[in-house]
C-alpha cells in the first residue's frame, strides 16, 4: 500500500487508533473476502467478527461500531482497530487510494440522481466498450456498489484484471441506515473520485426518513458538482431541480443538457417524412428502431448516456452500435414472458412508480394486473407515497391490483411491519381501490397469472420484495 501503515489511515480519517502501529500490505476489503494484509472496512462488528479477522490474518480493522468486548477480544489476539465515527471517511480514503494506486490515469465519469442512475451509468459503460475503453463500472444486473457504506468499489477498482483506461461509477444520491443520514454523500464519494464528468439524471423524493423534502434532496444531490474540479457536467433539461444546477456552475466548466428543449432530444420530425429517434442539433442521429427502450424514462437515460458520449468525442456510428446493442440491467422493465406480457421493474418511489405504470398502459392491449411489493421496513410515509403514486398512476387504467409483503423471501431487514402494510393499504381504501392482499409473493404471482387472458399485461413492481419475482415464476414453469 505504498509504505501505508495504520496510525496514517487513523489520522486521515480522524479515528482512534487502539493497538500497535502496522504496515497494510494488502488492500481495503470486506471481512467476508479478506486476506492476509488487508485492511478490513466494516460497519460494525463483533467478538466473532474480530476473531475472523484475526484468523484471516488482516492487518487491521476499521469500524464505527464495536462493542467493549470486542475491544478487549481484539487487545488479547493484538489485532489493531481503528475506530472512526463516520464510517464513510474511511470507504472514501479507501477509494482515494484505490484510485491512487491502481486508476490514476483514468477517463473518470459520475452518474447520480433519484432515477435512472443505474441504467445512464451503465448505457454509458457499454458505449465505452463499443469504443475500445477498457472500462470499469460499479452497476451490473446482479449488484450496485453505489454507497460508501462498505469499501466495495475500492476493493473492486483494487482487483480489476486489466489495465483500466475508464470507470463510470454510480453514486447514491442518498445514503444512510435507519434515520442516520450520511450528509454530503454525493459530495464526498465525487470530490474522492474526482471524475471528469458528472451526470446528473433528476430529483425526486426516495429514502424518506433519510430526507424528508424535495429540497433536502437538491441539496445531497447538487453536492455532486459543489466545487467541481472536472470539465463536464451532464445536465437533465426536462428536470427544473436539475437544470437549475447548472446556473451555481462557473463559467469554465462545460455544461450540456439532454431532454426536451435542448440540442439532444427525442422527437418525431414530419418535415418530409415521419421520422422518430433522438435528433442532436436537428438532425437524426439514432432511428426509434435502434432504441433499447422506448418508455419516456428509459429514453432519458438513453439520452444522457448518448450526451455523454457526444461530450467525449466518441463517433456516432459507435454510439448507436452501442445503444443498440445494449442488454437492459436486471428489473429495469424486463420482460418475463410474452404470453401474457410479464414485465418486472425495479420501480421503487413515486415517480418511478407512476412512469413504469405509465409506460406498461401505453404498450398494454388487454387489462393490467399490477403486483405490488410493499417496501418492507422502510417507515410509513415511503410506503404512504408509494400507494399514492399507485393509485394516481392507476387511475383511468383497467386494472387488478393486488399486494404482497413478500413475507417468505425478505430476511429481516426487509420484513414488512403491519403499520407499513395498514397505510399501505388504508390509501388504497381511501381512493375506493379493489385489491388483493397476499402476505406471500408466492401466492400473490400466483393469483396473477391464473386471473389473466393472453392479451392482458402482468407488471411488478417494488425493490426487494419483488427481487426474487422472476426466479419463481421460473420454477412455477
Known sequence: MNDLITSNITDAIDGEFIGEDVPIKGIFNILKDSN????????????????????KGVSCIITQDISKEAIKQAKKLKLPLIITDKIEKANAFALKWAIDKY?????????????????????????????????????????EFNTLIDPMVAKQI????????????????????????????????????????????NVSLDHIGLVNSIEDVYQEVSGSIRNFQGKYVILNNEDPLIKKMGESLPSSIDISHYGDGSSLEYRTDEAIEPQSGIFNFGHLIIREDKLPFKSPHFIQNTLAAVQAALKLN????????????????????TVLSESPIIIDDFAHNPDSIKA?????????????????????????????VNAEAIAEGLKDVHHQLIITSSSEVVNAANQVKTSEKQVFTSIMNDHHMNYKFFDKLVDALNYALKSSQK???????????????????????
Open 36 to 55: 492476509k494484509g488487508d485492511a478490513v472496512i466494516r460497519h460494525r462488528i463483533d467478538e466473532k467478527g474480530v476473531e475472523i479477522a484475526h484468523q
Open 103 to 143: 486508476a490514476r490515469d483514468t477517463l473518470r465519469i459520475v452518474v447520480t440522481g433519484t432515477n435512472g442512475k443505474s441504467t445512464t451509468t451503465h448505457m454509458i459503460y457499454t458505449i465505452l466498450q463499443e469504443a475500445g475503453y477498457t472500462t470499469y463500472t460499479n452497476t451490473d444486473s446482479l449488484s
Open 158 to 201: 483494487a482487483e480489476f484484471p486489466d489495465k483500466m483506461d475508464a470507470m463510470v461509477i454510480e453514486v447514491s444520491e442518498v445514503q444512510g441506515w435507519m434515520d442516520r443520514i450520511m450528509k454530503d454523500h454525493a459530495h464526498l464519494m465525487t470530490s474522492t473520485i474526482n471524475p471528469e464528468m458528472v451526470v446528473l439524471t
Open 314 to 333: 466518441i463517433p456516432i456510428e459507435i454510439i448507436v452500435t452501442g445503444i443498440s446493442s445494449y442488454k437492459p440491467l436486471d428489473r429495469r422493465f
Open 356 to 384: 413504469t405504470i405509465k409506460s406498461c398502459a401505453q404498450l398494454s392491449l388487454g387489462k393490467i394486473h399490477l403486483v405490488v411489493a410493499i417496501r418492507g421496513s422502510r417507515g410509513e410515509v415511503i410506503n404512504r
Open 455 to 477: 392479451s392482458d399485461t402482468i407488471l411488478l413492481i417494488g425493490a426487494q420484495g419483488m427481487d426474487p419475482a422472476s426466479r419463481i415464476l421460473k420454477e412455477m414453469d
